[in-house]
């Protein structure tokens, strides 16, 4: 009676494969937005907010409600200058998220979660003036690269052009403690197998 239960769930999740699974890959481009802030450094408390150039390539496998999606992001630079500090921060990282989709005719709804692997480089210069030596500006720079790992989740609507090819819009968020970085792109997917 086993054996016949086994053989059952194995024909069954072959048949699903053939008849539901899709590999897929594709990319993103868009824009980044950071708020981002610092503990005191040199007597100056970082805290700067702006936009970013952010980029994506992926791949994923998908059935008919459920799938996985790995992908290379790049979050991008912020850069900030003011009359007391400049600050650059990078960040970039591989995500393995699962996700949830509905599909209705030529339209393809997805919300998704999951683990950020992220490299984040930090520099920042403090600059002080000083007037015992004619306003002289004196320069002190600090960096910090760290490696953390992050929630990131999602939500994205995709739309068929042709039975290979989707155009998607994607908003995604990544959870951090004392910031906020997310992102809104635009891009293609191309679907290896076909339904």
């Known amino acids: 009676m086993k054996l016949k239960y086994y053989f059952s769930i ?10 539901f699974s899709q590999y897929y ?25 702006g936009q970013t150039t952010f980029w ?20 991008g630079t912020l850069k900030v ?6 600050f650059n921060y990078y960040n970039r990282g591989i995500d393995v998220m699962g996700f949830g989709r509905f599909q209705w005719k030529r ?13 984040t480089t930090t520099n920042f210069v403090v600059k002080k003036t000083l007037p015992s030596q004619n306003n002289r500006v004196q320069l002190t720079k600090y960096s910090n690269d760290a490696n953390e790992t992050h929630f990131i989740y999602g939500v994205s609507l995709g739309i068929h052009l042709i039975r290979s090819i989707q155009f998607q819009i994607e908003y995604e968020n990544i ?9 809104l ?10 339904k």
Not at 32 to 47: C, I, K, P, R, T
Not at 81 to 86: A, G, I, K
């Open 56 to 75: 994506k390539i992926f791949t994923g496998y998908q059935l008919d409600f459920f799938g996985m999606e790995v992908s290379y992001r790049d979050n």
């Open 81 to 86: 200058e003011n009359p007391t500090y400049y």
């Open 107 to 119: 339209f393809n709804l997805k919300g998704k979660a999951g683990a950020f692997y992220s490299n």
């Open 185 to 194: 792109s635009f891009g293609l997917t191309y679907l290896l197998s076909k």
């Open 10 to 19: 194995i024909i069954f999740l072959l048949f699903a494969h053939k008849s």
């Open 175 to 183: 959870y951090l403690e004392e910031e906020q970085l997310s992102s």
């Open 25 to 49: 890959f594709g990319g993103n481009i868009g824009f980044g937005y950071s708020n981002h802030s610092l503990a005191e450094v040199g007597n100056v408390y970082f805290e700067s907010q």
